[in-house]
C-alpha cells in the first residue's frame, strides 16, 4: 500500500502569504480586475496611493479601485486550517485591542459601558452620515422632455434648478423619487427617465448610463478649440460634452 506524502505548511507559503507584506493572508481579499488576492489592510492602504494592482501592475479602477474588492472567505478558512494557532492569535489580538483602546488627547475618562456604546453607535451611522461625498461624483443636467400636447404635460414642468451633482451610484429609481418631491407629484404618478432617446431602467446607475449610454454617442463630443460638434473644420482636439443630460417625461404606457 502507498504512502500517502505528507506536506509542510511552506510549501503552500505561495498560495497564502500577503504578496505585500509577505505575512499570511488576513481577510484575504480579491481584486476581481486580475483575481490576485491580500490582505484587506494591506491592498486597502495600497490603493489610497495607486490605482494600480501591486502584483501585475494593471489598472484597476479608474477612479475608486476598492469598488472591485471582495472578500474570500473560503480562502480564509482555508488558512485558518492549514496554520496552526492563527484563528486563535487573532481572536487575542482583537480582544486585547478591545480592552486597551487609546483614548483621545483631551478626553476625560468615560465608562466602559458608555464608551461602547458610543462606539457601536458610530459604527452604525457612520455610513449614513457621509450620504455617499465619499463617492465618485458625476454632474447631471435633467431636462423636461415635451411630447407635444402628451396627457400629463401639465402636471410635469421643468426643474428651476435643473443641474445636480450626485453619486454615480445613484440609480434612476433614486432620479425619479427626486424629481416626483420636487415637483410634487402624485405618489402614484410615474414617470421616464431617458438618455439619448432610450428609456433607462430603474436599476441602471448613473455611473453605467454614462459608460455606455452617454460616452459614447458620437453626437456628444465637442471640439475643444471652437466647441462645435463632432464635424470642426479646425481639426481641434474632441471631448466629453458635460454634464451628461436626462430627459424626463410622463410615463407611456405602451401596453
Known amino acids: ?17 500577503c504578496y505585500i507584506c509577505k505575512g499570511y493572508l488576513i481577510k484575504p481579499t ?17 490603493f489610497e496611493d495607486s490605482n494600480d494592482c501591486p502584483r ?19 480562502l480564509e478558512e482555508i488558512i485558518f486550517k492549514l496554520v496552526p494557532g492563527l484563528r486563535e492569535q487573532l481572536q487575542r489580538e482583537l480582544e486585547f485591542w478591545k480592552k486597551n483602546k487609546p483614548q483621545e488627547n483631551g478626553q476625560d475618562d468615560i465608562s466602559k459601558v458608555d464608551k461602547s456604546k458610543a462606539d457601536e453607535e458610530g459604527d452604525e451611522n457612520q455610513d449614513d452620515k457621509d450620504y455617499h461625498r465619499s463617492d465618485p461624483q458625476i454632474a447631471i443636467c435633467l431636462d423636461c422632455l415635451r411630447n407635444n400636447g402628451q396627457s400629463g404635460d401639465n402636471v410635469v414642468k421643468g426643474l428651476m434648478k435643473k443641474f445636480i451633482r450626485c453619486s454615480t451610484r445613484v440609480t434612476v429609481g433614486t432620479i425619479k423619487k427626486f424629481l416626483s418631491l420636487k415637483l410634487k407629484l402624485p405618489s402614484s404618478y410615474e414617470l421616464d427617465v431617458l438618455c439619448n432617446g432610450e428609456i433607462m431602467g430603474k436599476d441602471h446607475t448613473m455611473e453605467f448610463i454614462y459608460m455606455t449610454r452617454w460616452r459614447l454617442r458620437g453626437e456628444n463630443l465637442c471640439c475643444l478649440n471652437c466647441s462645435a460638434s463632432q464635424v470642426c473644420s479646425q481639426d481641434g482636439t474632441l471631448y466629453q460634452s458635460y454634464p451628461m443630460v436626462l430627459q424626463y417625461r410622463p410615463r407611456i404606457d405602451f401596453g
Do not use: S, W
Not at 1 to 17: G, S
Not at 32 to 43: A, P, Q, R, S, V
Open 1 to 17: 500500500m502507498a504512502t500517502q506524502r505528507k506536506h509542510l505548511v511552506k510549501d503552500f507559503n505561495p498560495y497564502i502569504t
Open 30 to 46: 480579491t481584486v476581481t480586475e486580475c483575481l490576485h488576492t491580500f490582505c484587506k489592510t494591506c491592498i486597502v492602504q495600497h
Open 56 to 74: 501585475c501592475g494593471n489598472q484597476v479602477h479608474e477612479t475608486n479601485p476598492l469598488e472591485m474588492l471582495r472578500l474570500d472567505n473560503t
